[in-house]
């Protein structure tokens, strides 16, 4: 499984009920970020993409979208022209486990109801939220929590919101920068964590399991 590339991902809602809607998705490989920002039909300052990659050191690509519709449709386009092209395998914190999850049920049902298709099914997943709560002892079990108990302060101190419900906010009032800087920080902080367990755990402490809705 080492030997996949780690493509992370990670989303932002405006809540968590079934009309909500996808705000932000964000995939990170070693080499830079894709963030898809669905922009409401507002008008993002023309400087955005600049000014958050003058803020990060790995490169961000960014694109626009006024709706989240649009935003889904791009990200599938993304996604099965690009990243299942490639041997890599999928990875969330809490995205999607066999009690539940965010990330990948909620993407389902707003991809059914715009009448998309699953574009994940050739990729490989792995949470990396199940070898942290096996595999190491620590006493904290949030994505930012785990990160600074075994990696450090470094992309805590990047993410703006001391809480991810800060996103919805910030979506609601335009404040772009700070929502992408935060959605790139959980997508960052989720490799890196991958990145860890692979170092100190075997390939059979990975629950890996196929996103394929036909087998």
């Known amino acids: 499984m080492t030997d996949l590339t780690t493509i992370a991902f990670d989303i932002e809602t405006t809540g968590f009920e079934t009309d909500d809607e996808l705000t932000v998705a964000g995939f990170d490989s070693a080499v830079s970020s894709r963030v898809f920002l669905n922009t409401g039909g507002t008008t993002p300052p023309a400087a955005l993409a600049d000014q958050i990659n003058n803020t990060l050191q790995t490169p961000v690509q960014l694109s626009y979208h006024d709706t989240e519709q649009e935003l889904l449709t791009e990200l599938t386009t993304f996604t099965t022209s690009t990243l299942t092209q490639r041997d890599a395998k999928l990875v ?93 920080a959980d997508i960052r902080r989720t490799r890196a964590l991958m990145d860890l367990a692979e170092r100190y755990c075997s390939k059979s402490y990975f629950s890996v399991k196929s996103l394929d809705p036909v087998l």
Do not use: Q
């Not at 108990?149 to 920068?177: C, H, M, Q």
């Open 92 to 184: 969330a914190y809490n995205g999607e486990r066999w009690n539940g999850g965010f990330d990948l049920p909620f993407l389902r049902t707003r991809l059914c109801t715009h009448g998309l298709e699953w574009p994940f099914g050739t990729l490989p997943y792995v949470d990396v939220m199940d070898v942290f709560e096996k595999r190491f002892n620590t006493s904290e079990d949030t994505l930012e929590g785990v990160y600074g108990e075994l990696i450090g302060s470094g992309l805590n101190d990047l993410d703006p919101f001391a809480d991810s419900r800060e996103a919805v906010t910030a979506w609601e009032k335009s404040t772009y920068e700070r929502l992408i800087i935060h959605n790139v």
